[in-house]
């Protein structure tokens, strides 16, 4: 049996940052845009976002900056952080590779596939928003504790979670943590009309992109910081908003329904 090498990056909480999502930056980085990554690359438009949206919000900063709009798609290159992400996992899966070509006869007719050995145990989620911020403040109360996370120099996010959540995760000013929210979580208003609401947080973000559905709409905004967030709502709401690309508009997410999850 040959074994072969299969790296992947892991977040707790998030999908693992592997080979395909590495040729997909190298293919921007080569390509020049989304769009033409995404044809070099044989996947759609919006899955190429996709990706890129969840490298983007993985990381401390953005690994990709991207440009909107046009019939081309914008333009698109790999940030000084991407390039070294691109460099770093290609010295890790060498290294890898070498480390189980010594190890290769010592396993054979185990009976072990390459998959199963390699397999990073993850915890996955269906949360489609995984952001990643710094704490700056902790409030306790009574039963629980909010937690404020600064996304980008200009954003922010207030989780409300147990006293006994924060002691367990070792949550702390200046520790970096990921918040987790579902799309279904997020509730999109028009910039200036998200009029006095028990939602704690109200971030601000223009459009980036709209995909509609037979029912469904997904709109992401782009909030700052090469960070995004994502919201499913009705067609027939998104219709009624106005929601298009380039459109400024407000997120509005209740502290409650943000999870935290720590490496």
Not at 51 to 75: C, E, H, I, K, M
Request: glycine share 10%; charged share 20%.
């Amino acid at each position: 049996m040959t074994v072969r090498a299969q790296l992947s990056l892991s977040a707790p909480n998030a999908s693992p940052v592997g080979g395909e999502r590495i040729r997909l930056l190298e293919a921007v980085a080569r390509e020049g845009s989304i769009s033409a990554a995404a044809r070099a690359m044989g996947i759609s438009y919006k899955a190429a976002w996709d990706a890129v949206d969840s490298l983007n919000n993985l990381f401390g900063r953005p690994v990709v900056d991207a440009q909107t709009g046009g019939r081309r798609g914008g333009g698109a290159a790999l940030t000084p952080e991407g390039l070294k992400l691109v460099e770093t996992f290609h010295r890790l899966e060498a290294e890898l590779a070498r480390t189980l070509r010594a190890l290769e006869p010592e396993i054979a007719g185990t009976g072990l596939s390459a998959t199963g050995l390699m397999w990073s145990f993850l915890m996955r989620t269906s949360a489609r928003n995984t952001l990643r911020g710094t704490v700056t403040a902790i409030t306790d109360g009574a039963v629980n504790a909010e937690v404020v996370l600064a996304l980008s120099d200009s954003t922010t996010l207030t989780a409300v979670i147990t006293r006994d959540s924060v002691r367990d995760l070792g949550l702390f000013p200046g520790r970096e943590a990921t918040a987790l929210i579902k799309t279904s979580f997020v509730i999109l208003a028009p910039a200036g009309e998200a009029r006095r609401t028990s939602a704690r947080n109200r971030i601000e973000g223009v459009i980036a992109r709209r995909e509609d559905g037979a029912v469904n709409s997904e709109i992401t905004l782009d909030i700052g910081g090469g960070k995004t967030l994502t919201a499913i709502i009705t067609l027939h709401s998104a219709d009624e908003l106005g929601f298009a690309v380039g459109q400024p508009a407000c997120a509005l997410i209740d502290a409650t329904h943000v999870i935290l999850a720590v490496d």
